[in-house]
């Protein structure tokens, strides 16, 4: 089974996939780990959308983090879909922490236009991590798989 966090930057989409890798031992992948299946970017995306079990589904249980939308298109058709949301200034908040309070204009501007992005799409589930803690929201997916 593969389980997709998507969502923007600092919406609580790793602390949640730790939470779930402590629950159930899941895999977990972020981002372009996918590039460590192989040296050439192609195979290595193939590589890893075949380990994701493509169109057969697989039997391991997997937890891909997912903040950019071009990463969408390497889920399998049968993934389970949970958006995780913020508010902006809430991002905000955890994105200075990230960067120990400096918050140069040009990051600003980058969280401001990404925020809602994906909004609009098909999940089996959304949180809004505002409001409820990370074991909360863990426990959450785990009743609804």
Avoid: W
């Avoid at 998507?6 to 779930?20: D, F, N, R, V």
């Avoid at 049968?78 to 400096?102: S, Y």
């Avoid at 204009?105 to 401001?112: C, D, R």
Wanted: hydrophobic share 40%; glycine share 8%; aromatic share 8%.
């Amino acid at each position: 089974m593969v389980i997709a966090l998507i969502g923007e930057s600092c919406t609580g989409k790793t602390t949640i996939a730790e939470e779930l890798q402590r629950e159930t031992g899941a895999e977990v992948y972020t981002g372009k780990d996918y590039l460590k299946f192989a040296k050439n970017p192609g195979e290595a995306k193939r590589l890893f959308v075949e380990m994701l079990g493509g169109e057969q589904g697989t039997d391991k249980f997997i937890v891909f983090v997912i903040s950019e939308k071009e990463h969408l298109e390497l889920l399998p058709p049968e993934a389970f879909k949970i958006l995780l949301e913020a508010g902006i200034d809430t991002i905000k908040e955890r994105f200075a922490i990230r960067l120990k309070g400096a918050m140069p204009p040009p990051v600003l501007a980058m969280l401001e236009k990404k925020h809602g992005m994906f909004s609009n799409g098909e999940y089996q589930l959304r949180f809004n991590t505002d409001e409820s803690d990370p074991k909360h929201i863990c426990n959450k997916i785990l009743e609804a798989l």
